[in-house]
């Protein structure tokens, strides 16, 4: 294995740490969004439990930090939507080439989204606040972008490297 490819294998552990982080964020994420459903809807139907005005906007934001977050957390495991229909009659160098060039442009979305969403929920978010909570800022309702740019960055950096090395080890070296 050549030594570049050993010393960016050091780096592995953290790509571990990120993905376990993000990962835990959406278990938390996903138990707060069942147990403010769950006091909500049983709010509307037994008077002492109460159905907060603010549960609908939290739930959505919550809902939002999941979706963009698993998507992330999707290019890791390989997970993602792909089209594989054609994958047995290309040459394994095309294909490899086409998963480079996709993992690319999804790394140019992920910099678009740090940059742009970043933009908005300071300039966007920033001018407004929930209408439930109005102490809330609504930059916490267009932060989900940014934060998970700054992951699809992390992942997609780490899905390149490993294309690239299959290009250059083979089975059996790793």
């Not at 790509?15 to 994420?29: A, E």
Request: aromatic content about 12%; glycine content about 6%.
């Amino acid at each position: 294995m050549p030594v570049i490819f050993e010393i960016i294998e050091r780096i592995k552990p953290i790509y571990d740490i990120v993905y376990k982080i993000t990962l835990f964020i959406c278990k938390l994420l996903l138990i707060a969004d069942i147990g403010i459903t769950s006091m909500a809807v049983c709010g509307r139907y037994i008077s002492f439990i109460p159905d907060p005005a603010w549960s609908e906007q939290v739930v959505l934001t919550l809902m939002s930090y999941m979706a963009v977050l698993s998507a992330a957390l999707a290019i890791r495991n390989g997970s993602h939507i792909r089209m594989t229909a054609l994958d047995s009659y290309l040459p394994k160098g095309l294909i490899h080439f086409l998963d480079i060039l996709a993992d690319i442009a999804v790394l140019i979305l992920a910099v678009i989204m740090i940059v742009v969403g970043w933009k908005y929920a300071q300039t966007i978010g920033g001018r407004g606040a929930y209408e439930s909570m109005p102490w809330l800022s609504r930059f916490w309702m267009y932060f989900p972008v940014p934060l998970a740019g700054v992951a699809m960055l992390v992942f997609e950096i780490e899905a390149i490297y490993n294309h690239i090395k299959l290009i250059f080890i083979k089975e059996g070296e790793a």
